[in-house]
Every structure is written in C-alpha cells, then in structure tokens.
C-alpha cells in the first residue's frame, strides 16, 4: 500500500524558519519526482515547489521563490521543504505528493502527481 506522510507543521511567527518532511512508502519513490501544495481557507490548492527524481531538476512557485527550499533524499524516500522568512500569507495546509511520472522531471501540474499526504497545517503568525 502507497503511503505519503507529511510531519513538521505548525504555529511560527513571521519571520520564523519551519522544516516539512514527507515520507513515502509502498514504491520505490526514488525513481520518481515529488512535489509540495498547499491550500489556504477558501482557496483552491497551489503549487509550492516540486523536484525531479534525482534532484537535478527544481520548480517554485513564485510566491515562495528565494524563500523556500526543496530537497530529496532518494536512499530515505523522503522529501523536505526548508521554508524561512515566513509570512502571514505563507499559512495554510501543506501537502506533500508523488509524481506519476519514472525518472520524471519536476512539475508544477497536480495532475502529475497521483499520491497525496493527509496534509499539515502551517499558521504563521503576523
């Protein structure tokens, strides 16, 4: 059985640094991207970074980029997203997701991921 588990959210203040990791399981997600959303209250999920199989590809959406950091740890299956300089807008549900895709590249599109986390809450206080 597929398993994607994210770990790592929480309550910070703005300017704080927070660490999500993912871990997945029931396929060998070394040989495949992953990739990290997030949904906000009344908003529709969107993208917030994404990494090829072996790490040599990466992709940020633009409200994250130079800010957040997305990594992959292939003899682990796990992924981690390093976000400092938190702010307000940065709040939401984080999910982690795995890419369809063998040795594919990193994308932005959700349907390029078919296994999906539970999600865990960021709220970044102001």
């Known amino acids: 059985q597929v398993q994607v588990v994210e770990s790592g959210g929480g309550l910070v203040q703005a300017g704080d640094s927070l660490r999500l990791s993912c871990t997945a399981s029931?396929?060998?997600?070394?040989?495949?991207?992953m990739g990290w959303f997030r949904q906000a209250p009344g908003k529709e999920r969107e993208f917030v970074a994404a990494?090829?199989?072996?790490?040599?590809?990466?992709r940020y959406g633009d409200s994250v980029k130079g800010r957040f950091t997305i990594s992959k740890d292939n003899a682990k299956n796990t992924s981690s997203l390093q976000m400092n300089s938190l702010k307000p807008e940065d709040t939401a549900v984080y999910y982690c997701?795995?890419?369809?895709?063998?040795?594919?590249?990193?994308?932005?599109?959700?349907?390029?991921?078919?296994?999906w986390g539970q999600g865990t809450q960021v709220t970044v206080a102001s």
């Open positions: 990494i090829g199989w072996s790490g040599g590809t990466k």
């Open positions: 029931g396929r060998t997600f070394s040989r495949y991207p």
């Open positions: 997701a795995a890419g369809r895709s063998l040795y594919g590249r990193a994308t932005t599109r959700r349907d390029d991921y078919d296994y």
